[in-house]
Structures are given as C-alpha cells and as structure tokens.
C-alpha cells in the first residue's frame, strides 16, 4: 500500500519536535494536501496538537505497548490522508533500554520504511553541529535521515557558519529556523500543556506553525515524503452490533486517551458517550465508566465542587457498574488529591490519599494479572506504561490489587490496579488492542445491562 510519510526526529527532547512537525502540518494542509499525524510513544500531550493543527485525531505509535505488527496496522488503518506525518520520541535512538534502539523513533522509523528529517538544534554551536549530525546519520547502518532541519538559529552569519559545516555531509538542509522566544510551547511537570486547557492556545499554535512554516522548504519535503516503499495491506476488522453504553470522562482534567483504545471498544459493541466530570452534575445513563488520565491536580478545586458529580460516581461504583480508570482517573478515585499546600476532597471509592512528589515516575510496565478483574482472568500477562509525578498513600490494609508488576513501579510494592466493587483503577496505561482487554471490559458492560 503506497502511504506518503515522514519522520520527523531530534537529537533530544526539547529541540522543538513538536512545533517543527506542527508548522510541516500547516503548511502542507496549506498546500493543499490532508494530513494524518502520529506521535511515537506513549505520549498523550503532543499528540493533542497535532490534531489540532491537522483536523485529524493523532495516533500513537508505540512498539512496546503495540508489537511491530499493531504498529503497521494502526499506521496503515489510520493513513488515509494525502501525507502522514509522524513526530517523533525525545532522541532519535532512544527507546526501551541504553542497549538497542527497541521502541525508538529510529525504530519505528524502520518499521515502516519512512525517511527522516533531524531537527538539529544550533544555538550554542556552529561548526560543531556537523559532528552532531555524523553522529547520528552514522551510529546506526541505516538511519533513514534523509534532510535536516536546523532551529534556534541566532543570525544570518550564524545560519552560514552552520551551513558551511554541513556541507561536507551532503545531507540536504531543508529548513532554517531563527531563535525566537515566541516559538517556544508552554510546558509544566509532564510536558506541555494540554491544548483543551486553553481556548487561546489553539490560536497561539497557528500562529507559531504558520511562522515556522515560512522557513522550511516544503515542497520538497512533500515530495520526499512520496517516494516511500508500499506497506502490507491490512484487513479491516468488523465491529460487532451494538449492545452497550460505555461514558467516558472527557474535559479539561481527563483527556489522556489513545484513540486507538475507544476505537477498539466501539468495535467490540460498545457505543460511547463522554461526559465531564467538572461541569455536568450527574452520570449520563450507560453501563460502564472509562475514566482515563490527565491533570486531575491542576483541576482539583474544581472537581471537588461537583459533589453531585462525586457521588454520582461513587453510587454507580457501589451498584458495581464497571469501571475503568488509569493514573489520573485512579487519583480522582481515592479520597483526596494534595496538591501545593491544599487538600482537595475526591470521590473517595478507595481508601487512599494522593500527593503530588517531585520525583517522576516514567516506566514502561509489564506485569502479571494475579487477581479475576475487570479486563482479564488471573494469570494472564500485560505490557503498558506509567507516567506521573503523583503518589498513592494507601489507607487499608485490605486493599485489593489486580496486577503484579515486574516491570515499573506501580501503586504500591510493584503493585497496581486497585480493585473495589466492579472498579479497576491504576497506574498503569494500557493500549487496549495487545490483548482482549476491551472485549473483556464490554462484556462485562453488557453483563451489568442485563440486570
């Protein structure tokens, strides 16, 4: 299958990835050209503003959470746009471990035959950005990097001394970026802010994108873009009739989700409805919760004013409606979120207490399960990711955990996936489609319809 497609890499995080890919977007939509983008790894922010920017919901790519065939087929199923534009991971090799490019941007990058442009980033350097660029293009046999793109250039004179150096590499350059302080996305503890927290950044990011567009050469980006090897085919898969109805937290607190994940519960018979936690006072009817990750801290004065909206969740959780929460949704579970030098009250279906910590927790996670739960029998195994800066005091020592982890850090002990009634709720984050973890989730929905 002939798919148009471009990676686009840097050396590190923070060279402006981000803001490179979604300027490549704008300008090729201006172009004319529709665009699907993608974002490698278990990343949930960056993603929102590529689909900001393109119109199109951005999936994740991810070969730990995925396997190398569900990377080709999502990225195939998802590719019917003109140019599918792919952004990459912190470091172009960096990925599971300091030994192999596993889950890399290089390594996916690989998988799906696309060509590479590196964002190099110039300031602080001149001549010395062509021994960063050797570097990469030479560190593994086939580095894809078929251009370069080089950012926070301070002058003209600047631009030349970098120009002059790279030369010799005979790697096209095709983009010049200045240095400008007004290019620079807001960030915070996760990464950047997640674009439904603000109505105005939105318009910040066209705004920036149309800039930095006016100094990359897209014409022949595009047209790199289009000479790429066919992939396989992939069969669609067919969605069963509908027999159930899962709602799903949707608003400026909880919006951590791959599409992926509510395309596979639709598929298995589950229609879904999104409700917002902050602004509407009750449940809308359904059979099943899916309350996934966010910010819950950032918003906590404003979840803890919607008692209404609190209890609705904790009767349905003591009516055993199933439900399913990860990271910021098993926050909003416990009892309460310490966030600065405030205690916010929160549902309460656990009994436990959330503090935010300094320390980061970033892992990807692997684990058995050992107790019946919501998604799976006991003994079955699961792969995923954690990523928080947030810490689960448990309060009883009856608590109950459905995961045993080997891999990750998890609630409590290599712990995770607290269990009450019909509710799982943990750390972890799952890419439904590895397993049967959503057919599971909406036979259990259409279980609790039946009563």
């Not at 095709?174 to 996760?190: A, C, D, M, T």
């Amino acid at each position: 299958m002939k798919i148009p497609r471009i990676v686009i890499a840097s050396t590190t995080s923070g060279i402006g990835k981000t803001s490179t890919t979604t300027a490549l977007v704008y300008a090729m939509k201006k172009c004319g050209y529709t665009v699907q983008p993608f974002k490698v790894g278990p990343d949930y922010i960056d993603p929102s503003y590529l689909s900001a920017i393109s119109g199109n919901d951005a999936r994740n790519l991810d070969v730990w959470l995925m396997g190398k065939n569900g990377v080709i087929k999502s990225f195939v199923k998802s590719s019917k746009s003109s140019i599918s534009v792919i952004e990459g991971v912190m470091g172009f090799y960096d990925g599971f471990s300091g030994k192999s490019n596993f889950a890399s941007t290089h390594h996916v990058a690989s998988i799906l035959k696309s060509p590479v442009i590196l964002v190099l980033d110039a300031s602080k350097t001149s001549r010395s950005i062509a021994a960063t660029a050797l570097g990469y293009t030479k560190f593994h046999r086939s580095s894809n990097i078929i251009g370069l793109i080089i950012n926070k250039v301070g002058s003209k004179k600047h631009e030349l001394l970098c120009r002059q150096a790279l030369e010799k590499l005979k790697i096209p350059i095709l983009g010049v970026i200045p240095k400008n302080s007004n290019f620079i996305l807001e960030s915070r503890h996760l990464g950047l802010i997640p674009i439904l927290e603000q109505n105005s950044l939105k318009k910040r990011l066209e705004k920036i994108s149309k800039e930095i567009a006016e100094h990359i050469d897209i014409k022949k980006i595009i047209e790199i873009s289009k000479k790429t090897e066919e992939l396989p085919k992939t069969n669609p898969t067919q969605s069963k009739k509908v027999k159930t109805t899962i709602c799903v937290a949707l608003d400026k607190s909880f919006n951590f989700y791959y599409h992926d994940n509510l395309d596979a519960l639709k598929r298995e018979g589950a229609k879904i409805k999104f409700f917002s936690p902050i602004y509407d006072s009750k449940l809308p009817m359904c059979d099943g919760l899916y309350i996934g990750g966010g910010f819950p801290e950032i918003l906590s004065e404003s979840l803890e004013k919607n008692q209404k909206m609190k209890k609705s969740i904790k009767n349905a959780a003591e009516n055993n409606i199933p439900i399913y929460a990860e990271c910021g949704g098993l926050m909003y579970l416990t009892r309460s979120i310490s966030y600065g030098n405030k205690k916010h009250q929160m549902v309460g279906l656990f009994d436990a207490e959330t503090r935010m910590d300094k320390k980061m927790k970033l892992n990807y996670t692997k684990g058995k399960i050992s107790s019946n739960c919501l998604i799976s029998p006991k003994s079955n195994t699961l792969q995923g990711h954690e990523f928080h800066y947030s810490e689960i005091d448990i309060l009883s020592r009856d608590s109950k955990f459905a995961y045993a982890l080997t891999i990750g850090e998890g609630i409590k002990n290599k712990q995770d996936g607290l269990m009450e009634y019909n509710t799982l709720a943990s750390y972890m984050h799952l890419y439904f489609d590895r397993s049967k973890h959503a057919k599971n989730f909406v036979q259990n929905c259409i279980k609790f319809s039946k009563r």
